[in-house]
């Protein structure tokens, strides 16, 4: 297994544990309490337990042999996974929220038990907060310097950033969830509470297509990340055998690359000469990159020159 997904590994067994633990203490609160607010952030809990065993099936399923049928294996599946987590998050925690808020709104009650409400508020936001800790713990290692938000536009590991965006989205939730309660509370108003679990629907769902946007980008087929891509033209271009980059391709198949070169390379003294040079030129890409799998190379001379 590589390091990158023993990291997104961690990072969602992090998370599953989390969310398990507040999901089971925020639905017992909901019935305790009769809040509405309460009851948003536990179907929210649920639904992240749901989509980080989808992850974890993703990265087993990505693990398959390649086949006649998907000669290039099943690396790519986990964006499947992901994007059914981003619709899970949408509809399941999201919009369900945001109904269970309008709910409240027609027939508000007053809560019962408020400050049980808020214990396992407080109780949440810190098992998220652990859970957020372990996904930037991975980004961190491997987002080179950039800014979580660059990262986020640019990583193609689906399911780190579908954890991290859940974990961002979790914590926000229950501040506003416990901001809710609070006012409820002190004002006496239970709409307070149907309107934090509106607030709560429309942040998940907000988080959910941003998710699904970069999601979808990936499962249309991207390049590796930008400082990959140069990285990679650079060492080639370095290369001893190799005059030009004319073209350069690549492609991210899940956790592993594909690569494809249209190059002018220099001369050499016979046609096994220039095989064995390409050769050398693949073997060396490969040996830098090893998540490379494909690497595909055509010599070739630049339009309107010898």
Same mark, same amino acid.
């Not at 049928?69 to 369900?96: C, D, E, I, K, T």
């Not at 290692?141 to 536009?153: L, N, V």
């Given at each position: 297994?590589?390091?990158?997904?023993?990291?997104?590994?961690?990072?969602?067994?992090?998370? &599953?544990?989390?969310?398990?633990?507040?999901?089971?203490?925020?639905?017992?609160?909901?019935?305790?309490?009769?809040?509405?607010?309460?009851?948003?952030?536990?179907?929210?809990? &649920?639904?992240?337990?749901?989509?980080?065993?989808?992850?974890?099936?993703?990265?087993?399923?990505?693990?398959?042999?390649? $086949?006649?049928?998907?000669?290039?294996?099943?690396?790519?599946?986990?964006?499947?996974?992901?994007?059914?987590?981003?619709?899970?998050?949408?509809?399941?925690?999201?919009?369900?929220?945001?109904?269970?808020?309008? +709910?409240?709104?027609?027939?508000?009650?007053?809560?019962?038990? #408020?400050?049980?409400?808020?214990?396992?508020?407080?109780?949440?936001?810190?098992?998220?907060?652990?859970?957020?800790?372990?996904?930037?713990?991975?980004?961190?290692?491997?987002?080179?310097?950039?800014?979580?938000?660059?990262?986020?536009?640019?990583?193609?590991?689906?399911?780190?950033?579908?954890?991290?965006?859940?974990?961002?989205?979790?914590?926000?939730?229950?501040?506003?969830?416990?901001?809710?309660?609070?006012?409820?509370?002190?004002?006496?108003?239970?709409?307070?509470?149907?309107?934090?679990?509106?607030?709560?629907?429309? &942040?998940?769902?907000?988080?959910?297509?941003?998710?699904?946007?970069?999601?979808?980008?990936?499962?249309?087929? +991207?390049? %590796?990340?930008?400082?990959?891509?140069?990285?990679?033209?650079?060492?080639?271009? %370095?290369? #001893?055998?190799?005059?030009?980059?004319?073209?350069?391709?690549?492609?991210?198949?899940?956790?592993?690359?594909?690569? %494809?070169?249209?190059?002018?390379?220099?001369?050499?003294?016979?046609?096994?000469?220039?095989?064995?040079?390409?050769?050398?030129?693949?073997?060396?890409?490969?040996? $830098?990159?090893?998540?490379?799998?494909?690497?595909?190379?055509?010599?070739?001379?630049?339009?309107?020159?010898?």
């Amino acid at each position: 297994m590589s390091s990158h997904t023993e990291g997104s590994t961690k990072a969602i067994f992090y998370a &599953l544990g989390a969310n398990g633990g507040i999901a089971v203490a925020k639905f017992a609160a909901a019935i305790f309490t009769g809040s509405g607010a309460m009851l948003a952030e536990a179907i929210h809990s &649920l639904a992240d337990c749901t989509n980080q065993v989808f992850l974890l099936l993703g990265l087993k399923e990505a693990k398959r042999p390649p $086949t006649a049928s998907h000669p290039m294996g099943y690396g790519r599946v986990v964006y499947f996974w992901a994007m059914m987590v981003a619709l899970l998050l949408f509809f399941l925690g999201g919009a369900f929220s945001v109904m269970e808020g309008i +709910e409240r709104l027609k027939h508000a009650e007053p809560l019962k038990n #408020p400050v049980v409400a808020l214990a396992v508020l407080g109780i949440s936001v810190v098992l998220e907060a652990f859970s957020l800790y372990g996904a930037m713990k991975e980004i961190n290692k491997i987002s080179g310097g950039k800014s979580f938000f660059t990262w986020f536009r640019e990583t193609r590991q689906s399911e780190l950033m579908v954890v991290a965006g859940e974990d961002i989205a979790a914590l926000a939730g229950l501040a506003v969830a416990f901001v809710a309660v609070v006012l409820a509370v002190a004002t006496g108003n239970p709409v307070w509470d149907a309107v934090g679990s509106i607030v709560v629907g429309v &942040l998940l769902m907000i988080v959910a297509f941003f998710v699904t946007r970069e999601v979808k980008a990936m499962i249309t087929g +991207e390049s %590796a990340a930008p400082e990959v891509n140069d990285a990679i033209k650079a060492h080639i271009e %370095a290369h #001893p055998h190799v005059e030009s980059v004319i073209n350069l391709i690549t492609l991210q198949w899940g956790e592993q690359l594909m690569i %494809a070169v249209q190059a002018k390379m220099r001369r050499q003294e016979s046609d096994l000469a220039l095989v064995h040079a390409i050769n050398e030129v693949e073997e060396s890409i490969q040996q $830098t990159w090893p998540q490379a799998k494909w690497c595909f190379f055509e010599p070739d001379i630049e339009a309107g020159k010898d």
